[in-house]
């Protein structure tokens, strides 16, 4: 089972970014406990700040792995793009978010890519990503 996750704009900065919103823990100190979590699936992880090398991370991995776990960032709110990308895949796609984005400024309200979309989590901090992998896991497992 493989996993692949992608993180977008500025979840480079996680850790020092608006630790009031997104926390203290950089992605990188968070993705071995993940790893730990889940030791029967190869997780990987991929970020960029650039719309467009998403698409093509999502384009060579979702044709290919078991799931994808995508924290779009910002481009969630505005990306027509992502969402063609993500409804052609023909993996499950789970989208995420760190911060419960319906507390936040209207124009966080509303997701190009829910409707293409596996489910949404949102608001639990990087405990999202574990409960992302859980529900593709459950997914492919029919539960």
Excluded: W
């Excluded at 993180?7 to 730990?36: A, D, K, M, T």
């Excluded at 978010?97 to 608001?123: D, M």
Aim: glycine share 10%; net charge negative.
């Amino acid at each position: 089972m493989k996993i692949q996750i992608i993180n977008g704009p500025n979840l480079n900065l996680l850790g020092v970014r608006e630790p009031g919103i997104y926390g203290n823990s950089s992605f990188e100190s968070y993705l071995p406990q993940l790893r730990q979590r889940f030791p029967d699936v190869e997780i990987d992880c991929y970020q960029s700040n650039n719309e467009g090398r998403l698409i093509d991370k999502l384009q060579e991995v979702g044709f290919t792995c078991d799931g994808v776990v995508l924290n779009a960032g910002a481009y969630t709110h505005t990306s027509i793009a992502l969402h063609d990308c993500v409804r052609s895949l023909p993996c499950p796609v789970v989208e995420v978010h760190i911060s419960n984005v319906h507390q936040r400024e209207a124009f966080r309200h509303h997701s190009y890519l829910s409707p293409v979309c596996l489910g949404v989590i949102c608001g639990f901090g990087l405990k999202g990503y574990e409960l992302a992998v859980e529900g593709i896991l459950n997914a492919k497992c029919g539960v």
